[in-house]
């Protein structure tokens, strides 16, 4: 079984600061997936990376998947309590099926 | 488009009782999946469907039955409810052979008592 780790588990910061999270894989993935999840909601896609190495940028987040294809981070710069939810990494391995990661529960405060 | 709809939104069962939670999309998706979250936690696949007349079980699908007789409806039956159910389940689509990207319903919360 692929296991997905991600850390910190949770984030507490100011309005305004800058942070990052990571997703690390047992194993090699074929593409990974970000989602951004509210209190109350399901998740929303961020972000899908296939390439080894691959950079890419969404307003003030970016993502980055690692060289080796078994990591995975996130940074967002200046930080607004709009960012606030569950950050979770899926590994787009297994034919049709995702595997989540266990999550990054952000707050950001005024 | 409504998207991805599970009803309802909130329950409380008791311990042994059975229940139905409903999911439909109008996306014309062929696959379909549901999941539970347990509180801060990431999301355990418990069954998925690739199209009509097909199931397959997850990573969790113990105590569950799905069926999938549209392409629109995936309910999942749980039988014998038990405290280890509690949790919030998710019902999620994607277009085939388009991308991996997931769509998801707003949820069910069900607490088992």
């Known amino acids: 079984t692929q296991l997905l780790e991600q850390s910190p588990q949770f984030l507490s910061i100011q309005e305004g600061e800058n942070l990052t999270v990571y997703c690390n894989s047992s194993?090699?993935?074929?593409?990974l997936q970000w989602y951004r999840q509210e209190p109350g909601e399901g998740p929303v896609l961020l972000v899908t990376?296939?390439?080894?190495?691959e950079v890419k940028k969404l307003k003030r987040l970016t993502f980055q998947f690692g060289d080796a294809r078994k990591d995975s981070s996130l940074h967002i710069t200046a930080a607004q309590p709009g960012d606030t939810g569950l950050y979770l990494c899926?590994?787009?391995?297994?034919?049709?099926?995702?595997?989540f990661g266990t999550g990054t529960q952000l707050k950001v405060e005024l | 488009n409504a998207g991805v709809t599970q009803t309802p939104k909130f329950r409380i069962l008791k311990i042994g009782q059975s229940m139905t939670l409903q999911c439909a999309q109008d996306?014309?998706?062929?696959?379909m999946y549901w999941y539970r979250q347990d509180p801060g936690m990431g999301l355990k696949l418990i069954y998925y469907?690739?199209?009509?007349?097909?199931?397959d079980k997850g990573e969790v699908p113990n105590g569950y039955n799905v069926s999938r007789s549209t392409t629109e409806d995936f309910p999942l039956r749980l039988e014998l409810a038990a405290p280890s159910q509690t949790s919030v389940y998710f019902c999620?689509?994607?277009?085939?052979?388009?991308?991996?990207?997931?769509?998801f319903g707003p949820g069910t919360r069900l607490t088992v008592t």
């Open positions: 999620a689509s994607r277009e085939r052979e388009i991308s991996y990207e997931q769509y």
């Open positions: 899926a590994l787009t391995g297994g034919g049709n099926k995702l595997t």
């Open positions: 194993s090699v993935f074929s593409s």
């Open positions: 469907s690739v199209g009509a007349g097909i199931t």
């Open positions: 990376v296939v390439t080894g190495g």
């Open positions: 996306m014309n998706h062929n696959y």
